[in-house]
């Protein structure tokens, strides 16, 4: 079974953009997804596929994508923020993969 | 509403067993697999496996499959997770989640198991 490497942690300033990679297999970050995750609560799909928003998650989220890394980049940061970020990945056909997150500090 | 409610926090002693259900609404609930994941204090999320509503088929992880069992009864549209012969390193909060596609869109609210002497 393969991992996903991210991080352990980032840390940005309000307004300012923050990059979090997760390095995988090239067939891991093809159906990468992206879950956000306060503490004491479920986590939050934020990315999937790769780049898609769902409804109501800012595009101050985005995702990169090269070669065996994705990249989720929050721009404009904002306090509400700070939070652990996992990255993921399901191809339907093998087990679900899951970084081992990255603690987003705001300052 | 469209949600999963999950059953409440338990606390086990070691070798016990425990059973977490997971109930879905507002969704038609065999059209969508459900996952489990688990999450240890302070530590990232682990996929534990998932089972087919409709058929009732399950894959888990190979670290689980020993003592993990998924189940489900869609006539209360609820899946089960039951987790045997637990441990202290069993400590941990247990989410359950429906995939749409490729990626868990509706996550329970958590459900924390206790190994404790």
């Known amino acids: 079974q393969s991992a996903l490497t991210q991080p352990r942690s980032v840390s940005g300033s309000p307004g300012q953009s923050v990059t979090i990679s997760c390095t995988g297999t090239s067939s891991d970050v093809d159906a990468v997804s992206w879950y956000q995750q306060h503490p004491g609560k479920a986590p939050k799909v934020i990315i999937y596929d790769v780049t898609k928003r769902p409804s109501g998650v800012p595009d101050r989220f985005s995702v990169f994508k090269s070669g065996y890394t994705a990249s989720l980049t929050i721009s404009g940061l904002q306090a509400d923020d700070e939070a652990e970020y996992y990255c993921?990945?399901?191809?339907?056909?093998?087990?679900?993969?899951f970084g081992g997150g990255t603690q987003l500090t705001v300052l | 509403q469209v949600q999963l409610v999950q059953s409440g926090a338990e606390l086990k002693k070691p070798g016990a067993s425990v059973k977490v259900s997971c109930k879905g609404s507002g969704y038609s609930f065999s059209e969508y697999y459900i996952h489990w994941v688990r999450q240890a204090p302070g530590q990232g999320l682990e996929w534990v496996g998932w089972?087919?509503?409709?058929?009732?088929?399950?894959n888990y992880a190979r670290k689980f499959e020993a003592w993990v069992t998924l189940t489900r009864d869609t006539s209360i549209t609820t899946a089960f997770m039951e987790v045997s012969k637990l441990n202290s390193g069993d400590t941990a909060v247990y989410y359950c989640?429906?995939?749409?596609?490729?990626?868990?869109?509706?996550w329970g609210q958590g459900t924390l198991v206790t190994v404790s002497s």
């Open positions: 989640g429906r995939l749409a596609g490729s990626y868990i869109d509706l």
């Open positions: 993921s990945s399901y191809a339907g056909t093998y087990p679900v993969i």
């Open positions: 089972i087919n509503p409709r058929t009732g088929g399950a």
